[in-house]
């Protein structure tokens, strides 16, 4: 008798290799979008000192807790379809009724699956400055050719090597922050055609090793092609050359906020040995 999904996804999780996805976030690497709300992390309470000019807060406890201030779509997060989709009743420009599903609404299931890694960073560098590279669509069906035909229940993850740029200092800011001062050419991103075509196959997950899933020269329509039709969207992983073109199973499990556009949250991927 077959196994069902659980049972594989058990038998997975006890053989495999899990591999770590997920960006570290802290105030000196490139978390946050460089036009959002800048990331903050603050001591709130230290053990049972208080240390001037630390801000520490004298402790009635011995234990050290910290507050922070962030944007959604930090770190390795996900896009909601409301993120870029207004709400059904708006009647403003793109609005629809996937504009109604912000990031707690998302079902767990549309998050997690069998990966599909289309390497792509053979195109890395290969636009003008702040333009994306596209994964076109006929790049994406030569990787079936060799792959076999992607299927509804993947998850296309799109392997582009952007992750080096996830580091300190000016180089750092080449993840996103030159890209949009428009002065250096952005990741590699699915062309309207490419998303348009994963969506007919049945595919309601994206995801991206680039700054996101969107192209940086045509973010609006990149966004609206898949948010507005009920897709989702990982963005900033990382360590993705770890990953076979198939075989692998992600998981990305975000934080349950209500009213959500997106959220951090911990990505990883189940590798079998």
Request: aromatic share 8%; glycine share 8%; proline share 6%.
């Amino acid at each position: 008798m077959s196994k069902n999904l659980s049972e594989r996804i058990a038998d997975l999780l006890a053989e495999g290799e899990i591999i770590d996805l997920s960006h570290l976030i802290a105030e000196d690497l490139p978390a946050a979008w460089p036009t959002h709300m800048p990331l903050q992390i603050r001591v709130w309470n230290y053990y049972t000192e208080q240390t001037e000019g630390l801000h520490y807060v004298q402790s009635k406890m011995a234990f050290q807790t910290r507050w922070m201030t962030m944007d959604e779509h930090v770190g390795t997060h996900f896009d909601a379809p409301t993120h870029l989709i207004p709400p059904s009743h708006s009647g403003l420009k793109n609005a629809n009724k996937w504009g109604d599903v912000s990031g707690d609404k998302i079902p767990v299931k549309q998050l997690i699956g069998p990966a599909a890694v289309i390497d792509c960073t053979s195109l890395d560098g290969k636009a003008e400055n702040a333009a994306s590279p596209y994964v076109e669509l006929n790049f994406v069906k030569e990787w079936e050719n060799k792959n076999g035909e992607i299927k509804p229940d993947e998850i296309v993850v799109f392997y582009s090597g952007w992750d080096k740029h996830y580091v300190k200092g000016k180089e750092g800011e080449h993840f996103g922050l030159t890209v949009v001062k428009g002065t250096t050419p952005a990741w590699v991103a699915p062309s309207l055609e490419t998303i348009n075509y994963l969506f007919e196959k049945g595919v309601r997950c994206l995801a991206t090793d680039g700054a996101s899933v969107a192209a940086a020269d045509d973010g609006i329509e990149t966004h609206v092609a898949g948010l507005g039709k009920g897709m989702v969207y990982i963005e900033a992983l990382t360590h993705l050359e770890k990953l076979p073109p198939r075989g692998a199973y992600l998981v990305f499990l975000p934080l349950k906020i209500k009213g959500s556009t997106g959220a951090p949250g911990r990505a990883f991927a189940v590798v079998p040995k």
